[in-house]
């Protein structure tokens, strides 16, 4: 209801305030209908979480949402998914335009086997930054961005994969910030670590808020409580319920979220 | 009910550690007998050759007095034959591997290829030698020149590179590449930037090992025509040549018992070329791997 309305009245300054705009998404793993019918709008600078039982299609929306899911070649689409005003779908639509806007951090830390510097550098230096000054001001202002700065600005020339999982999750976020994306997107990325660095990387969401849209997956119930603004709840591939994270977790409308939150069932 | 009876284990046990012990012993055994062979092999070729070993063998061309019968021709022809090969199987090798792992879409046609890559690794090498001999010696018009043999030579060792290179580019873990996608890389700098760098060490090795099939590898050449008794050297990629298994081959095969020696002695120089070759790899790959 409070989407209708928002929709119906739409003045300038809320249609542009909506980062994504999906609407009747479905989307096939070969015959495996993995995604039904999604109707999601995101909003700029909030936290968004996807919550869900395993296997509901989280990652698969999440993987959408930067047409990563089209690296798995079996992947089918229908309707449509308006980034800023513009369907990613479109065939003159670019994947790499997207996701260098788009950036995406994952379940695994996945660093590239190379010094933390080219870690970092790499975004920028794939969309041809060459100029070594602007590299390391782009790698300190990223590795600063993603809290990590004083752990590391020693050892920048080492190997990230002498980090530890916290610290290589951390590096990623800054990876990914090099870019300076509009959008970040997280699968569960602080589900390989542990709670010290679980609430480092929890903390730093809620400041990357103040200048990023933030889409997180999360099978966390008390971790999407704390650091989202609105919460969607998945299952089997469908949008059960998506509204402010505390009616969520206060007075779900819907009996299924009500029991998935509550430990019920999932 | 238990279903595991510990006495009886108990008493099998002397039983299964005797059986144990015997094929130990076997494989010890075949182990053994291989290094012997290969002991007495080197035994026999470095005491007969090192004799032959001279600085003027390294300087004369072939001769019908087994003590002027020098390898120079062969050894440079060799040189000449890499300086093509390695180029040319390395290049289509890497490429079509590149192209089959990350590049072919998955369909009928590609498994197909992928399929039949495997199985051509196992053609017999004189069949190589007669498409050389067809298609680069005559209807190329190249003559049993060093370019011939070198574009033969790199067909027959093709697969094994292409083979050797997907396992490489297989091995470079997903999650790595989608990192590079995510941030907005195109297909070709993943490739570049992220899978080659960690792909190289084990590419090169593949690579190394074929190149040291085409070094010794005669028939194709036999196939061809190369000449044995060359007393000149190559000075283009179109001249003729000889290389070190045909100079081989033909000096084992003479009446002269001298000439065994001299053999010898070119199989030394073969072996010592393949030595240096497989230092070169382990130098390159031990480089590669420091870095990433
Ligand atoms: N590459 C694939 N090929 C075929 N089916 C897939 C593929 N990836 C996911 N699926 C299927 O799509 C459905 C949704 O998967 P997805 O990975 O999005 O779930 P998820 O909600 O992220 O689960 P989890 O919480 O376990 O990560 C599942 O039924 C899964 O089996
Ligand atoms: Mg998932």
């Given at each position: 209801?409070?989407?209708?309305?928002?929709?119906?009245?739409?003045?300038?300054?809320?249609?542009?305030?909506?980062?994504?705009?999906?609407?009747?998404?479905?989307?096939?793993?070969?015959?495996?209908?993995?995604?039904?019918?999604?109707?999601?709008?995101?909003?700029?600078?909030?936290?968004?979480?996807?919550?869900?039982?395993?296997?509901?299609?989280?990652?698969?929306?999440?993987?959408?949402?930067?047409?990563?899911?089209?690296?798995?070649?079996?992947?089918?689409?229908?309707?449509?998914?308006?980034?800023?005003?513009?369907?990613?779908?479109?065939?003159?639509?670019?994947?790499?335009?997207?996701?260098?806007?788009?950036?995406?951090?994952?379940?695994?830390?996945?660093?590239?086997?190379?010094?933390?510097?080219?870690?970092?550098?790499?975004?920028?230096?794939?969309?041809?930054?060459?100029?070594?000054?602007?590299l390391d001001e782009i790698v300190e202002k990223s590795l600063r961005?993603?809290?990590?700065?004083?752990?590391v600005k020693d050892r920048l020339t080492t190997n990230a994969y002498?980090?530890?999982?916290?610290?290589?999750?951390?590096?990623?976020?800054?990876?990914?910030?090099?870019?300076?994306?509009?959008?970040?997107?997280?699968?569960?990325?602080?589900?390989?670590?542990?709670?010290?660095?679980?609430?480092?990387?929890?903390?730093?969401?809620?400041?990357?808020?103040?200048?990023?849209?933030?889409?997180?997956?999360?099978?966390?119930?008390?971790?999407?409580?704390?650091?989202?603004?609105?919460?969607?709840?998945?299952?089997?591939?469908?949008?059960?319920?998506?509204?402010?994270?505390?009616?969520?977790?206060?007075?779900?409308?819907?009996?299924?979220?009500?029991?998935?939150?509550?430990?019920?069932?999932? | 009910?238990?279903?595991?009876?510990?006495?009886?284990?108990?008493?099998?046990?002397?039983?299964?550690?005797?059986?144990?012990?015997?094929?130990?012993?076997?494989?010890?055994?075949?182990?053994?007998?291989?290094?012997?062979?290969?002991?007495?092999?080197?035994?026999?070729?470095?005491?007969?050759?090192?004799?032959?070993?001279?600085?003027?063998?390294?300087?004369?061309?072939?001769?019908?007095?087994?003590?002027?019968?020098?390898?120079?021709?062969?050894?440079?022809?060799?040189?000449?034959?890499?300086?093509?090969?390695?180029?040319?199987?390395?290049?289509?090798?890497?490429?079509?591997?590149?192209?089959?792992?990350?590049?072919?879409?998955?369909?009928?046609?590609?498994?197909?290829?992928?399929?039949?890559?495997?199985?051509?690794?196992?053609?017999?090498?004189?069949?190589?030698?007669?498409?050389?001999?067809?298609?680069?010696?005559?209807?190329?018009?190249?003559?049993?020149?060093?370019?011939?043999?070198?574009?033969?030579?790199?067909?027959?060792?093709?697969?094994?590179?292409?083979?050797?290179?997907?396992?490489?580019?297989?091995?470079?873990?997903?999650?790595?590449?989608?990192?590079?996608?995510?941030?907005?890389?195109?297909?070709?700098?993943?490739?570049?930037?992220?899978?080659?760098?960690?792909?190289?060490?084990?590419?090169?090795?593949?690579?190394?090992?074929?190149?040291?099939?085409?070094?010794?590898?005669?028939?194709?050449?036999?196939?061809?025509?190369?000449?044995?008794?060359?007393?000149?050297?190559?000075?283009?990629?179109?001249?003729?040549?000889?290389?070190?298994?045909m100079q081989i081959y033909d000096w084992a095969k003479r009446p002269?018992?001298?000439?065994?020696?001299?053999?010898?002695?070119?199989?030394?120089?073969?072996?010592?070329?393949?030595?240096?070759?497989?230092?070169?790899?382990?130098?390159?790959?031990?480089?590669?791997?420091?870095?990433?």
């Amino acid at each position: 209801m409070v989407q209708l309305l928002e929709k119906g009245s739409a003045s300038k300054m809320e249609t542009s305030s909506i980062v994504y705009d999906t609407q009747k998404l479905n989307l096939w793993y070969g015959n495996h209908h993995a995604l039904k019918n999604i109707d999601l709008q995101i909003k700029e600078n909030e936290v968004t979480a996807i919550i869900g039982p395993s296997g509901c299609g989280k990652s698969t929306y999440i993987k959408t949402l930067n047409r990563m899911v089209e690296l798995v070649p079996t992947v089918k689409t229908s309707g449509e998914i308006l980034y800023r005003e513009r369907n990613i779908f479109d065939a003159n639509y670019g994947v790499e335009e997207l996701r260098t806007k788009v950036g995406m951090v994952f379940q695994k830390p996945n660093p590239f086997p190379k010094s933390i510097y080219d870690n970092i550098a790499y975004g920028p230096r794939i969309h041809g930054i060459r100029n070594k000054k602007v590299l390391d001001e782009i790698v300190e202002k990223s590795l600063r961005g993603a809290a990590i700065w004083d752990e590391v600005k020693d050892r920048l020339t080492t190997n990230a994969y002498s980090l530890s999982g916290g610290q290589q999750q951390r590096i990623c976020i800054a990876r990914c910030l090099a870019i300076e994306p509009d959008v970040i997107l997280m699968d569960e990325p602080t589900s390989a670590l542990d709670p010290i660095s679980t609430l480092k990387v929890e903390e730093l969401i809620q400041e990357l808020k103040e200048d990023y849209s933030i889409i997180i997956v999360t099978h966390n119930m008390q971790q999407a409580a704390r650091i989202s603004d609105k919460t969607a709840f998945f299952l089997n591939g469908e949008v059960v319920e998506f509204d402010a994270t505390d009616v969520i977790f206060s007075t779900p409308e819907d009996k299924r979220t009500e029991d998935y939150i509550s430990g019920r069932f999932g | 009910m238990r279903y595991v009876n510990h006495e009886a284990v108990v008493k099998k046990m002397n039983k299964r550690l005797i059986v144990n012990r015997i094929f130990k012993t076997i494989f010890f055994a075949a182990t053994l007998f291989a290094l012997l062979v290969l002991g007495v092999l080197f035994y026999r070729i470095i005491s007969q050759g090192v004799g032959y070993l001279t600085p003027e063998f390294f300087q004369n061309f072939g001769s019908r007095i087994p003590e002027k019968a020098g390898i120079k021709a062969a050894l440079i022809g060799s040189i000449w034959l890499m300086c093509v090969v390695a180029p040319v199987s390395i290049i289509l090798g890497v490429g079509t591997a590149i192209y089959l792992e990350e590049y072919a879409t998955k369909n009928k046609l590609n498994d197909f290829i992928r399929m039949n890559i495997s199985n051509l690794a196992g053609v017999p090498s004189v069949v190589f030698g007669l498409l050389g001999l067809t298609i680069f010696v005559r209807a190329l018009a190249l003559g049993n020149s060093v370019l011939a043999a070198g574009f033969t030579m790199s067909l027959l060792i093709l697969p094994v590179i292409i083979v050797g290179a997907q396992e490489a580019i297989r091995a470079v873990p997903q999650d790595v590449r989608e990192a590079s996608y995510g941030m907005g890389a195109t297909k070709w700098q993943t490739i570049i930037n992220i899978v080659l760098p960690s792909a190289i060490p084990g590419i090169l090795t593949g690579a190394i090992l074929a190149l040291s099939r085409a070094v010794g590898e005669t028939a194709p050449l036999v196939v061809i025509g190369i000449p044995v008794i060359v007393h000149f050297l190559p000075d283009n990629l179109l001249s003729q040549f000889t290389a070190l298994p045909m100079q081989i081959y033909d000096w084992a095969k003479r009446p002269q018992e001298a000439f065994q020696y001299v053999s010898s002695a070119g199989i030394l120089v073969l072996m010592i070329f393949l030595l240096i070759m497989n230092s070169i790899a382990i130098f390159i790959r031990n480089k590669f791997q420091k870095r990433y």
